[in-house]
């Protein structure tokens, strides 16, 4: 990819006037002339040691080769930069701020988005449903995490933005595609099993979410990181003691500890907590009783301090060096347990954020809670197609992930339509069948994205999970129905009163990878398109119905009496 240096980015110019007359910036060594910088990156180092390693002329144009020797810069090398440098180019940047782990990225990094536009800060969003400024898209989807490039494109075009809130994938942190960056807050949400296909073990894939939350480096000056505090695989929670992890437990407590914030539903009673709900009902949306705790001092070259507070909270402040508290009351267009802590962490990141050219932070957490209300919702996450019958559409695609959906639902039997991505992690498959085996009553097993692999082998891999059928388990009913329109008109054919139907896996996709072919599928119009279907004909029905009855009314209205004689 090649991007434009724009002509007011003259910082790096001004450091290296070597660099001063450069146009472009490519990350493909193939795109590399007089006018192109290019870009060290984890995808591309092989070809540029390779590059280096050879003669120009066999390397690159010829005419290229003729203009070094004229050039500010002599050698092949002067034309290489880090992602540093880039940082460096674009600087300065928003306050950025990183949110990472299995589930929750994108409605967490939403609430985080939705909050501070409604606190008046200008803001950018990207993540898997694609590039936000201000409310108003400016990217596809794509990427969860763009590449290197790709996202300064994108930075650039936020520039003027006070926060960037930004998804972090564990493919983008092991490609290194947010390098170079410094970030206001980092938070966790969760990490379970997810893209083994990519990591091939679920340490590895733990490690590599870790090492993101613990790089010191890309902290800025007074940022933070939010840990989840009920997740057992988040190193930090096990107060630092992550040495026989390859990681200097010492390091790690000097430079992190103070940075370090914590939320949490189970653990609150701990003392590390700062963020925890002390009472919360999940019936008709989520609402709940919160309490905030910090210390004065604190993190990496700055103050974590609460932020404004209103005359209560100041009453139930400590002395200068102890402990502040802020309390309130937050209430949530949300469903289940797994989005309070959604909440909860998107909560916590504000309330540790700096307001821009100011020190310290000013935002109260009642203002937060008041502008979360606001909250919608995020498409394809939660989302309710249909109230009645109740059906409800959600991105879970992992076996953690859909069990954090029907734990929301404990009280209503459960249908659920759901399948697994092909050419992907093959060990989640029965993971997630004996899953849905385990809470819901009707399973309906069928396509996801196949991509290459037979949707029928996909099915095998998810039912090898499911237990074998006894005379005690006659209960359940399992569907198996590769075509996923079908697999959907099926269960709402069958869905009855007291049903939820949940239809799990792509959210808001609205395509589906059928081998070579993509074709343009959403699960929300199939399920709008078979109601609006099983309406019409009930309409019919009941109109043929009526007008049975009057044509009955009619005859008997016009029949002669009959001649009864006893």
Not at 534 to 548: G, I, T
Request: hydrophobic fraction near 35%; aromatic fraction near 6%; proline fraction near 3%.
């Amino acid at each position: 990819m090649k991007i434009k240096i724009p002509a007011n980015l003259s910082i790096l110019s001004k450091q290296n006037p070597k660099y001063a007359h450069k146009k472009y910036i490519t990350d493909d060594t193939r795109e590399l002339d007089k006018d192109t910088l290019l870009i060290r990156t984890k995808g591309n180092e092989g070809f540029i040691d390779k590059l280096l390693g050879d003669s120009c002329s066999n390397s690159l144009d010829s005419s290229f080769c003729d203009s070094l020797a004229k050039s500010p810069l002599k050698n092949l090398r002067d034309f290489i930069i880090t992602p540093k440098d880039l940082a460096t180019m674009f600087a300065p940047l928003p306050s950025l701020v990183a949110i990472t782990g299995t589930n929750g990225k994108t409605t967490t990094a939403a609430i985080i988005y939705s909050i501070l536009l409604d606190l008046g800060y200008t803001c950018g969003l990207l993540g898997t449903r694609g590039a936000y400024k201000n409310d108003k898209k400016i990217r596809p989807k794509g990427l969860t995490t763009p590449s290197l490039l790709e996202l300064y494109e994108i930075l650039l075009e936020c520039g003027d933005c006070d926060f960037v809130i930004m998804e972090v994938s564990s493919h983008a942190i092991v490609q290194e595609r947010v390098a170079g960056l410094e970030f206001a807050s980092k938070v966790l949400t969760n990490i379970t099993s997810d893209h083994l296909d990519y990591h091939k073990t679920l340490e590895e894939y733990i490690r590599v979410k870790n090492s993101f939350l613990l790089d010191e480096g890309n902290i800025s000056c007074g940022g933070s990181v939010i840990i989840n505090a009920d997740e057992p695989n988040a190193w930090l929670n096990e107060n630092f003691g992550v040495a026989s992890k390859g990681i200097e437990k010492d390091a790690i407590k000097n430079t992190l500890k103070n940075s370090v914030l914590y939320y949490a539903i189970e653990q609150g009673r701990l003392a590390k907590v700062n963020l925890k709900a002390d009472a919360y009902s999940l019936d008709n949306g989520i609402s709940a009783h919160i309490s905030f705790e910090c210390k004065s001092g604190g993190g990496k070259g700055g103050s974590s301090e609460c932020g404004g507070k209103s005359d209560e909270d100041k009453d139930n402040s400590d002395k200068k060096g102890q402990k502040n508290f802020e309390q309130t009351l937050i209430n949530a267009h949300l469903y289940g347990k797994h989005n309070l802590y959604n909440i909860l962490a998107a909560i916590l990141c504000v309330k540790s954020l700096k307001e821009p050219k100011k020190s310290t932070s000013q935002i109260s957490l009642e203002s937060i809670s008041a502008a979360l209300q606001n909250f919608g919702g995020v498409e394809g996450r939660m989302e309710v197609v249909s109230h009645s019958p109740l059906i409800i559409v959600d991105f879970a695609h992992t076996h953690d992930g859909m069990e954090q959906i029907f734990e929301s639902f404990r009280g209503r039997e459960i249908a659920v339509v759901f399948g697994a991505g092909g050419d992907r992690d093959r060990t989640k498959r029965p993971k997630m069948g004996l899953c849905a085996y385990k809470y819901a009553k009707k399973l309906y097993i069928t396509s996801d994205n196949p991509r290459s692999e037979n949707p029928q082998s996909i099915i095998e891999d998810i039912l090898s999970g499911i237990p074998k059928p006894n005379h005690k388990q006659n209960h359940r009913r399992v569907v198996c129905q590769s075509d996923r329109a079908e697999a959907i008109a099926q269960a709402i054919e069958e869905l009855e009163s007291n049903e939820v139907l949940l239809i799990l896996g792509k959210g808001d996709e609205t395509y589906q990878i059928l081998g070579e072919r993509t074709i343009d599928f959403d699960d929300r119009e199939v399920v709008r398109e078979v109601l609006a279907k099983k309406n019409s004909l009930q309409n019919l029905a009941q109109s043929a119905s009526k007008s049975s009855t009057k044509n009955i009314t009619k005859t008997l209205q016009k029949a002669p009496p009959t001649n009864d004689k006893s």
